[in-house]
């Protein structure tokens, strides 16, 4: 019951105000004209940054050359000698070689070396630029000028909801 009294409390008084009945259509306005409005925006941009670098990098000994040298050791030790003399020196020949060959290697082996790399990031940067927001219209409807802003240029005619409401006395 409470309800019901009050929409039509409500009823009544939008019918009094005269907005129940309210007709509105579209019309059409002449601009005079339509100024830009520019914004300042930051816009942001990823932009590729390299630079070269110098990368110490630390080589471990390879023993590739000590067995190698081994086989080879190994094969000129098998040339010399008979019976179980020539295994002891086959493998006389493949020990003394190995430790020829490895030690060579670590003579020559650079442990530790500089090298040039270059290297790349991506860098968020900014940059400003003035971009339209909007526009400042100035039109005439049925002999007065009025002021809006619109958010695209809405050319040499503008769209009006024109609304007729009636007036209580």
Request: glycine share 10%.
């Amino acid at each position: 019951m409470k309800a019901t009294l009050i929409k039509i409390t409500a009823a009544a008084l939008l019918a009094t105000s005269g907005l129940a009945s309210a007709d509105s259509h579209i019309e059409q306005g002449t601009v005079i004209s339509a100024i830009p409005i520019y914004e300042t925006v930051r816009v942001p941009t990823e932009r590729e940054v390299c630079w070269d670098e110098e990368v110490r990098y630390r080589k471990g000994h390879s023993p590739t050359a000590a067995l190698f040298g081994g086989v080879i050791g190994g094969a000129i030790g098998n040339q010399f000698g008979g019976g179980s003399g020539k295994d002891a020196l086959t493998v006389a020949g493949a020990v003394l070689g190995a430790s020829v060959a490895n030690d060579a290697a670590r003579k020559n082996a650079r442990r530790e070396y500089n090298q040039v790399e270059t290297r790349c990031r991506l860098a968020q940067e900014y940059y400003q630029e003035e971009r339209i927001t909007g526009y400042r219209v100035r039109y005439e409807y049925d002999g007065q000028v009025y002021t809006t802003r619109t958010d695209v240029d809405p050319g040499p005619t503008i769209d009006l909801r024109v609304s007729v409401v009636p007036v209580s006395r």
